[in-house]
């Protein structure tokens, strides 16, 4: 994740409050400061699926640089941002060839380009290793698409994106009511809109809530609605044949509860588990459990090992079954 300082640290989306606020600053010219970020990620992960052979697989592809600027243009202070990573148009990590995350800029309080989903705006991320499973069952499934517009004011943020129903007539929107309070609890609230495949008008609603414990933090996340499974279960097999079934709407319900120690000043853990069940004919239900152990090695790297069980296969990202992630993570 980059940052440019520990104050701009403190509001990056997904730094997960324990990834450190490091960054190469490259120059400054005038009032503008360029400064490059990322990680580097090795990963061992093997699979011991419901079905089929037991293997084990080794990629970086996960791995990312992200170039920004910050500047002030006539009083308002802009910020230019773009980010890659090596997964390519192979979403199973193969091929390795540079794939585009995010290209966004930001001008005061309005976000315009390809960033993180309007629906991301009310989740409370998880510290878990898998980053295809990370966000599944939650509304941070379809985690970045590109962004017509965000707009972020007084802890309100309202967001019109690229609609996932291509033959939508208005945009994908959500509204989010974020309120912090003192000792770092959190409580969120957000309402999406959307037109799905049958032309109705889809609504969804979804509750975040983080409790700190001291160091430690309880997090949680729920949903119900119509039209949520493009965002909730993006990649899981035979999941979902749409958010319309028999010309209807398909509804479902979902939660994910996780809970983060601190055992030392350097080593955490975690354990998250997620249910999202949807009212169609087969009763779809979708299940997952991670808990892992991570270690901050050095102040810029973490390695850990995770255990995890899906019921459902994430299409060809992970199987249906057990996997066990071994990793080290380097942050620049």
Request: charge should be negative.
């Amino acid at each position: 994740m980059f940052c440019i300082n520990r104050k701009i640290a403190m509001t990056c989306l997904g730094a997960l409050a324990v990834s450190p606020a490091l960054a190469v600053e490259l120059n400054t010219v005038g009032d503008t400061r360029f400064a490059i970020g990322g990680y580097v990620k090795a990963q061992g992960i093997f699979s011991n699926p419901d079905q089929g052979k037991s293997t084990f697989d080794a990629t970086a592809s996960e791995s990312r640089m992200n170039f920004r600027s910050d500047s002030t243009v006539n009083g308002q202070e802009v910020t230019a941002f773009i980010e890659g990573d090596f997964y390519g148009s192979n979403a199973t990590g193969s091929s390795s060839e540079l794939r585009l995350r995010q290209a966004w800029v930001k001008v005061g309080n309005l976000t315009m380009g390809q960033a993180w989903s309007g629906y991301t705006q009310g989740i409370i991320a998880y510290d878990v290793v898998d980053i295809w499973g990370g966000g599944r069952g939650d509304l941070s499934g379809g985690n970045f698409r590109p962004t017509l517009v965000r707009y972020e004011s007084h802890g309100f943020s309202v967001s019109m994106q690229d609609p996932v129903y291509e033959s939508a007539s208005f945009p994908d929107t959500t509204v989010t009511y974020t309120q912090n309070f003192e000792g770092g609890h959190i409580l969120k609230g957000t309402v999406a809109t959307r037109e799905i495949e049958n032309d109705d008008v889809a609504v969804g609603f979804s509750m975040a809530a983080k409790v700190m414990l001291g160091r430690n933090d309880i997090r949680v996340n729920a949903h119900y609605g119509e039209g949520l499974g493009a965002y909730s279960l993006v990649g899981v097999n035979d999941a979902l044949a749409g958010d319309v079934e028999n010309g209807d709407a398909v509804s479902q319900y979902g939660y994910r509860v996780g809970y983060r120690h601190f055992f030392t000043e350097r080593l955490r853990g975690n354990v998250v588990h997620s249910r999202t069940e949807l009212d169609d004919d087969n009763e779809t239900l979708y299940k997952s459990t991670h808990v892992n152990l991570l270690y901050r090695l050095l102040p810029n790297m973490d390695v850990g090992v995770e255990w995890r069980e899906y019921n459902l296969s994430l299409a060809a990202l992970r199987p249906q079954g057990e996997q066990v992630e071994v990793m080290a993570k380097y942050f620049f």
